[in-house]
Nanobody, 123 residues
Framework: VQLVESGGGLVRTGGSLKLSCATSGFRFNNYKIGWFRQAPGKEREGISNITISEATTTYADSVKGRFTISSDNSKSTVYLQMNSLGPDDTGVYYC?????????????????WGQGTQVTVSS
């Protein structure tokens, strides 16, 4: 199982970035893929996820209306379009995958993590 994030960088307040999470080694359609971020000195927080089999998405209140999660199933890749970025969005962004077949309501299966990509928003 492998998840590789890319697309991070330095951007000014109000700018945009698009992160990618390229996955391999598992059946993409049976998983839920999430984006998390960890700001300096803070705990890692979940910001968005997508259940691939159902194409359902969720967002944290802090990013709702600004971030959009999507997937390209043919490439086993999940994206996070981030708009109207502010300094509070600075952090390391991670994607993670958990087995989540259609109809799943809860799971305690293993979560696989990528290595993270740094996003820095200057004021």
């Amino acid at each position: 199982v492998q998840l590789v994030e890319s697309g991070g960088g330095l951007v000014r307040t109000g700018g945009s970035l698009k992160l990618s999470c390229a996955t391999s080694g598992f059946r993409f359609n049976n998983y839920k893929i999430g984006w998390f971020r960890q700001a300096p000195g803070k705990e890692r927080e979940g910001i968005s996820n997508i259940t691939i089999s159902e194409a359902t998405t969720t967002y944290a209140d802090s990013v709702k209306g600004r971030f959009t999660i999507s997937s390209d199933n043919s490439k086993s890749t999940v994206y996070l379009q981030m708009n109207s970025l502010g300094p509070d969005d600075t952090g390391v962004y991670y994607c993670a995958a958990q087995l989540w077949p259609r109809g799943t309501v809860a799971s305690n299966t293993s979560i696989y993590w990528g290595q993270g990509t740094q996003v820095t928003v200057s004021s």
